[in-house]
């Protein structure tokens, strides 16, 4: 299961069913669980955990230093769900001490190549990166969230459930639950319907999305007005997810 031309550090810790590829090197305080597949020239330093069933492709860097001039080799950490798809070329970094010192991602990403997730990173769940998609430092991706191709999303930038961006889009300020953005800086281009129905959506939720969508950007209201406007169908979980996400934003949102 481990090629010979590999190179484990005698402090990692790997289940019998992990495999590695030819030439990849796995340092010391690297934990991976079992079912996990490492390709060839795949790099992966700790502190790092990986869970269970994940398929990492050649030429990954995954638990290097965070990219944040201020850190000075404190043990921070990378922590990766189970049955991720991460392609050729990605680089995960560790966290930084300015905030929990984790970097995290999920389960079932799909995660193309070339994608770069900084330190202090939070992905949930079930998203989609497309190529070469990169989030800066302290970003929060929530769960069945998708980034197009090549969008770049700005430090501490919140990106909310079942959202979609373009390709090329660059994210400044949050996105919102379901929203479609795209362009640089990134503008609403409305309701992700065509997500939402994939993900089960019924008619009922998408038309109150839909009522949603217009308070927030087409009944010219100021964000306050619009927050108290949603209120009013609060009760339903869609609804209060977005209230939710709104009243926390502390960047302002793609407006």
């Given amino acids: 299961m481990i090629h010979p031309t590999a190179i484990i550090d005698p402090g990692a810790e790997l289940a019998a069913t992990v495999s590695v590829g030819p030439y990849s090197v796995i340092g ?14 795949v790099v992966i330093q700790g502190p790092t955990r990986i869970g269970r069933d994940n398929r990492i492709f050649q030429f990954c860097s995954l638990g290097e230093e965070p990219q944040d001039k201020k850190y000075r080799g404190e043990p921070t950490e990378l922590v990766i769900g189970d049955r991720n798809v991460i392609r050729e070329y990605c680089t995960f970094n560790r966290g930084s001490v300015q905030g929990t010192g984790s970097t995290s991602v999920g389960s079932d990403n799909w995660i193309m190549a070339y994608v770069h997730i900084a330190h202090e990173c939070t992905v949930g769940d079930d998203t989609v990166f497309a190529n070469g998609a990169s989030l800066a430092g302290h970003v929060h991706v929530e769960d069945c969230a998708i980034l197009g191709g090549f969008t770049l999303v700005h430090q501490f930038v919140r990106v909310g459930a079942y959202s ?6 660059g994210l400044l300020h949050d996105l919102p639950p379901y929203v479609m953005v795209s362009g640089n800086p990134a503008q609403p281009h409305g309701l992700n319907t065509e997500g939402l129905h994939r993900r089960g959506f019924d008619k009922d939720r998408i038309a109150r999305l839909r009522w949603a969508y217009r308070t927030l950007y087409r009944d010219g209201l100021r964000l306050e007005e619009a927050i108290a406007e949603l209120e009013t ?23």
């Fill in 28 to 41: 010391a305080d690297v934990i991976i669980y079992e079912g996990t597949t490492i390709g060839p020239h």
């Fill in 164 to 169: 979609f961006s373009g390709m090329g889009s």
């Fill in 233 to 255: 169908q609060g009760a339903h979980a869609e609804i209060r997810r977005l209230i939710d996400f709104l009243k926390h934003s502390k960047r302002s949102i793609v407006r």
